[in-house]
């Protein structure tokens, strides 16, 4: 069958790179894709992303199930789209996306629901804005409301910080625009992330990703400049609590509230050093970079539990699925453009990527081809993922397998996956 991937990232390329290796696969069309998505035989790029061009194209090509990506689509409604013209599709909703592309609307679910997160206000005048932080003071934590890419996010270490956060997004705002103002909390931040098919929710291998520009987690907040998995911090204990606090009572609760919610859920939780958890957002896909490692590791067949999980006949098969993975770590390595996060410079020539070996894949994120030569096309350009024993070796592997690779102003950290390792 042919298998449709919605997006041009990192985790598009690991979604199409780990569809591609089950036998009832014939292709896999992403679109629009990437230069890494270009160059893999088991690929092909599709240049459309219109939703209603790639909605008619799916139809035309009689594509067996699609898979959303990024949250842009799924917030713009393709999702509703494709199965109003009986394709089938595996995402939220519309109405779902609603948990990432409103933070206004997910912090209320979760207050509504009982589900753990920080304190918050929403804000929709800068004034207001001000005095709640003058009177909370800092370290806080100021949101855009809606969707920006993984880089909506400030902690104002300052409260000058946290003013100037607010000025930024609402100084020159249009109607409709608004701040989410949430307490800042300690502890460590791990990626939570499911499957669901409506009423059930599939976990996946845990993971951990570096948000951080800098070694030592100092920096810009990016949208992540690496990770790995599993994530030794959280343990089988903040697993089952993860599981019964928050995932499960968000599948009853948008249920309740009349949205059922399939898709990827990914819930970015704090967990503090007596292992209690409160969620600090949720996305309605799988995170990149976070996706990399994550199905590095995955032995399963990615497209059965698809299928699974999109079944309209209702046969429950998701509810019995048992996901196997490599008992290895895998780690993955994020190179960035120059400029990055506050302005990428696209353009530059990219030399000595490795092929693809065993266990170790360098994932295509902000690549395009021209005229036959791979250049950068966006922020996070590459992510080199591997398998190792452990996250030390994991680590290692990485780095000498990202030792040739070459454009100019190129940054990584080299510190990936050190919290994994210290525990």
Request: charged share 20%.
């Amino acid at each position: 069958m042919n298998v449709l991937v919605v997006g041009g990232g990192g985790r598009e390329h690991a979604l199409a790179w780990k569809l591609a290796q089950s036998p009832k696969v014939q292709m896999v069309y992403v679109a629009p894709g990437n230069g890494g998505t270009a160059q893999d035989k088991r690929l092909k790029n599709l240049p459309i992303t219109d939703i209603a061009e790639l909605r008619n194209w799916a139809l035309a090509n009689k594509i067996a199930l699609t898979v959303v990506g990024p949250e842009g689509p799924l917030a713009a409604g393709l999702v509703d789209d494709f199965r109003a013209h009986g394709l089938r599709v595996f995402g939220p909703t519309q109405a779902g996306a609603q948990l990432e592309s409103s933070k206004a609307f997910s912090k209320a679910f979760m207050k509504r629901h009982g589900i753990p997160t920080a304190d918050y206000g929403v804000f929709s005048d800068a004034q207001s804005a001000h005095s709640y932080v003058s009177q909370k003071g800092a370290p806080i934590v100021i949101k855009a409301d809606g969707l920006a890419a993984g880089k909506g996010v400030v902690v104002a270490m300052t409260v000058q910080d946290a003013h100037d956060a607010i000025d930024f997004v609402l100084g020159g705002a249009t109607t409709g625009s608004r701040v989410v103002i949430e307490e800042f909390l300690q502890g460590e931040e791990a990626s939570f992330i499911v499957m669901c098919d409506g009423k059930h929710a599939l976990p996946l291998a845990s993971s951990q990703d570096h948000k951080r520009l800098q070694n030592g987690d100092q920096g810009p907040n990016t949208g992540g400049m690496g990770a790995y998995s599993p994530a030794p911090v959280v343990t089988p204990a903040v697993h089952a609590r993860a599981m019964r606090e928050v995932i499960l009572p968000t599948l009853r609760g948008m249920e309740q509230d009349g949205i059922p919610f399939t898709g990827f859920l990914y819930a970015g939780l704090m967990i503090d050093a007596q292992g209690q958890i409160k969620t600090l957002e949720f996305n309605c896909r799988m995170g990149d970079p976070e996706t990399q490692p994550i199905l590095m590791r995955l032995k399963s067949d990615l497209l059965d539990v698809l299928l699974a999980a999109t079944d309209a006949l209702g046969l429950d098969r998701f509810d019995a699925i048992q996901l196997q993975w490599d008992r290895r770590t895998a780690l993955g390595v994020v190179m960035a453009s120059a400029g990055y996060p506050a302005s990428p410079r696209l353009g530059d020539a990219i030399h000595g990527v490795p092929a693809e070996a065993a266990d170790a894949v360098v994932f295509h994120a902000g690549t395009r081809l021209a005229d036959g030569q791979l250049v950068t096309s966006g922020g996070r350009v590459l992510c080199v993922t591997v398998l190792g024993d452990n996250a030390r070796l994991a680590q290692h592997r990485a780095y000498d397998h990202a030792q040739g690779i070459a454009f100019d102003g190129m940054q990584l950290r080299t510190d990936i996956g050190f919290r994994a390792i210290k525990n």
